[in-house]
Nanobody, 111 residues
Framework: VQLVESGGGLVQPGGSLRLSCAAS????????MSWYRQAPGKERELVAA????????DYADSVKGRFTISRDNAKNTVDLQMNSLRPEDTAVYYC?????WGQGTQVTVSS
């Protein structure tokens, strides 16, 4: 199993970023996928999750209405579109499938 995140970077408050996770080594379309984040000095927290078909999603209250999780089962990717970013969204963002984690991608929201 391999999960590789990309798309992080530095963005100003109010800006947008799109994270992508490329998955390989398993039957991607059979699994729930999720995004987590960990800010400095804080515990890792769930940001968003999506069902195997993409028909059901769930979000942390702090990102509802601003972030959108989606997946492409033909390309084995799961994306996180992040809009209206805030400084408190600054964290390392991780892709997860069960006990497997990606290496993370840094998102920094700062002026």
């Amino acid at each position: 199993v391999q999960l590789v995140e990309s798309g992080g970077g530095l963005v100003q408050p109010g800006g947008s970023l799109r994270l992508s996770c490329a998955a390989s080594g398993f039957s991607f379309s059979s699994y729930v996928m999720s995004w987590y984040r960990q800010a400095p000095g804080k515990e890792r927290e769930l940001v968003a999750a999506i069902s195997s078909t993409g028909g059901s999603t769930d979000y942390a209250d702090s990102v509802k209405g601003r972030f959108t999780i989606s997946r492409d089962n033909a390309k084995n990717t799961v994306d996180l579109q992040m809009n209206s970013l805030r400084p408190e969204d600054t964290a390392v963002y991780y892709c997860r499938r069960g006990t497997y984690w990606g290496q993370g991608t840094q998102v920094t929201v700062s002026s």
